[in-house]
């Protein structure tokens, strides 16, 4: 099992940019595919991006593709979200979650799998 930490959000105006860190304890992170989420009020939690255990490959939302990049260091047991050219819409709680590829396609493990969540707040 892992234990997911989110850090790195915050309030930032449309343009801006912040980069989320999401750190992991235990010493299996290397072996999980991770994956990044966000949920905004009154909305359905969304999927943002995905990143293989390797790092060899990633995956983003067409709504964040081109602005968002996500990374990992399994040295450090970390998973990084870089984002850019921020926009009001893409306000929201942002998750981690471990996870697993099945075929091309990400999956998150359950509720254990995933941290607490960080705010990001973009003004207009």
């Known amino acids: 099992q892992v234990q997911l930490v989110e850090s790195g959000g915050g309030l930032v105006q449309a343009g801006g940019s912040l980069r989320l860190s999401c750190a992991a304890s235990?010493?299996?992170?290397?072996?999980?595919?991770m994956g990044w989420f966000r949920q905004a009020p009154g909305k359905e939690r969304e999927f943002v991006a995905a990143?293989?255990?390797?790092?060899?490959?990633?995956y983003a939302a067409d709504s964040v593709k081109g602005r968002f990049t996500i990374s990992r260091d399994n040295a450090k047991n970390t998973v990084y979200l870089q984002m850019n050219s921020l926009k009001p819409e893409d306000t929201a709680v942002y998750y981690c979650?471990?996870?697993?590829?099945?075929?091309?396609?990400?999956?998150?493990?359950?509720?254990?799998?995933w941290g607490q969540g960080t705010q990001v707040t973009v003004s207009s």
């Open positions: 979650a471990a996870g697993y590829y099945s075929g091309s396609t990400y999956y998150p493990l359950g509720d254990a799998y």
């Open positions: 235990g010493r299996t992170f290397s072996t999980y595919a």
């Open positions: 990143i293989r255990w390797s790092g060899s490959s990633t």
